[in-house]
């Protein structure tokens, strides 16, 4: 099983600083097959970033996503108010699929 | 829109059954994989199984193997899981979350529902 350890586990930024989240796998992860989610408190995950880099529909460009192997990045280029939430890296390269524990973004 | 809505949680003791359900509206419902994941109350999430559009391919994450079922009902759009001999440890919310395509190894989730909380407990 693929153990994923996202850093840090808190992340404290005002508005319109610029957020990086990371996520380390334990083995590479096949084709890059890596996503994002964001959530909220007491709501469902939104899928932000498929295939390591790809922005879901509907997701704004400030989110961007990069890396590869075993070594992944979520950016989120100027911090809005509604971002300060819950954020999730997951791979698929590798059954079971798995998630990080989270990276919480909190305001500063 | 698409939307999928989970139902049948709630309190039931250890060694008991419960049967989720996932409606689904707003897109084919047939052509795509469709999984359940959990969140236990304050913790990260989990995957624990996955169907594929029309084939039967069923996959469990070790944690539930032998024990949950999940199974869909194409004529009716809708999505359950069957959980069998329920433990602490199981109770958690669980979401409905469907794939991005008919392909059961695109294993990551595009629309995901509100959830439906499970609580095992004497």
């Known amino acids: 099983e693929i153990v994923l350890t996202q850093s840090p586990g808190t992340l404290s930024l005002s508005p319109g600083e610029r957020a990086t989240l990371s996520c380390r796998a334990s083995q590479s992860v096949r084709s890059s097959f890596l996503a994002w989610y964001q959530q909220n408190s007491g709501q469902a995950p939104r899928l932000l970033i498929y295939g390591a880099f790809s922005r879901a529909t509907g997701i704004p460009d400030r989110f961007s996503g990069s890396g590869s192997g075993t070594d992944f990045t979520l950016t989120i280029s100027s911090l809005e108010p509604e971002d300060f939430v819950v954020y999730y890296c997951q791979q698929y390269g590798s059954s079971p699929w798995t998630f990080g524990q989270g990276t919480k973004v909190e305001i500063k | 829109d698409v939307q999928v809505l989970e139902s049948g949680g709630g309190l039931v003791q250890p060694g008991g059954s419960l049967r989720l359900s996932c409606a689904a509206s707003?897109?084919?419902?047939?052509?795509?994989?469709m999984n359940w994941v959990r969140q236990a109350p304050g913790k990260g999430l989990e995957w624990i199984s996955v169907i594929s559009d029309t084939d039967g391919y069923t996959h469990y994450a070790d944690s539930v193997k032998g024990r949950f079922t999940i199974s869909r009902d194409n004529s009716k759009n809708t999505l359950y899981l069957q959980m069998n001999s329920l433990r602490g440890e199981d109770s958690a919310i669980y979401y409905c979350a469907k794939g991005p395509s008919w392909n059961y190894v695109f294993g990551y989730f595009d629309y995901w529902g509100q959830g439906t909380l499970v609580t095992v407990s004497s």
């Open positions: 707003g897109f084919t419902f047939s052509n795509y994989a």
